[in-house]
């Protein structure tokens, strides 16, 4: 795709020349500013100058403008494929790198440094994609994206499920203010010394985060996607500000055949296992609530209420 002239001459802002694109990462904060720069007349010395600019009924639709030229200078491939998310591998991506060449190093890299903290040995890969931040183009409209695998993503819908059934069950912390020390005093009060009902939601988080492990990593019940072959479950959504896919991969297996260079045909390209997905994580989420009800049992109801 040729880029556009608001495009261009934001590269000759700041390379003095058009440089092979994609361009580096490291460069990405300057193109953007100059790129807004060129789209507004005007100049931005940083970051928090732009933020301030950008920060009224407009900041969607200009956020979404800028981001729209950037990927012409950032993507790979036909849909300018591009990973935007902050926690990023030192990998060198090309057309050819997969999803899984992605996920591998970002593991690898996390891993090292937890494992040097706990002073273990480093555990073997598992997939840890979730919510990778994308943006991509296609059919000319701007597409951000949130890429994760099966079995992170099922951690966090048992996180949601606990805090959720949390939120409706137990009494709500009390806030003396909502100034930052206010937060902060109350925090604290509420570790050291909480009200008999803050405990009773304390302990109700401390139950469901133990289940969640027993479940995910002493059942291994987040490696019943390790044995399923390739698929995608796909869905777009827009909510008026901009448009977004979500996309889960089953296992290792998917993620090497997703490469960035071809992104969208490599999905386009997967089984959809939308349905059976969907319907598992259901089934597990249900059967976590149950057994959550039993270790952490919601306050009774006086009778006068």
């Known amino acids: 795709m040729d880029c556009s002239l608001i495009t261009h001459n934001a590269l000759m802002a700041v390379y003095g020349r058009i440089p092979g694109l994609p361009v580096d990462r490291a460069d990405v904060r300057r193109l ?60 060198a991506i090309g057309v050819e790198t997969s999803l899984l060449d992605f996920d591998k190093a970002h593991f690898q890299e996390i891993e090292e440094l937890v494992a040097k903290a706990e002073k273990r040995e480093l555990r073997p890969y598992q997939e840890s994609l979730y919510k990778l931040w994308t943006r991509s183009v296609i059919d000319g409209e701007l597409l951000y994206g949130f890429l994760s695998a099966a079995g ?12 959720e059934w949390v939120d409706a069950t137990f ?35 401390a139950s469901g ?53 071809s992104f969208h045909a490599d999905v386009a390209s997967l089984p959809d296992g939308t349905a059976s997905f969907e319907a598992r994580m259901s089934s597990l989420v249900e059967e976590f609530l149950t057994r959550l009800k039993e270790l952490a049992p919601a306050p009774k109801v006086s009778a006068d209420g």
């Open 32 to 91: 953007r500013l100059a790129v807004a720069g060129q789209l507004f007349a005007r100049a931005f010395g940083d970051d928090a100058a732009l933020d301030d600019f950008l920060e009224d009924q407009d900041q969607h639709e200009r956020s979404n403008v800028i981001n729209r030229h950037l990927v012409e200078a950032t993507g790979i491939g036909p849909t300018l494929f591009t990973i935007t998310s902050l926690s990023h591998p030192e990998l």
């Open 152 to 163: 992170p993503f099922l951690w966090t819908a048992l996180e949601d499920a606990l805090f």
């Open 171 to 205: 009494e709500p912390y009390r806030r003396s203010g909502n100034t930052q020390e206010a937060i902060a005093s109350d925090i604290k009060r509420q570790i050291e010394a909480p009200e008999p009902h803050e405990k009773l939601r304390n302990d109700a988080y």
């Open 209 to 261: 985060s133990s289940l969640i492990n027993t479940m995910l990593n002493e059942e291994g019940l987040d490696r019943i996607f390790a044995e399923d072959g390739p698929w995608v479950s796909r869905k777009i959504e827009a909510d008026g500000h901009e448009t977004r896919e979500q996309i889960v991969f089953s296992n290792a297996s998917a993620l090497e055949l997703v490469r960035l260079g």
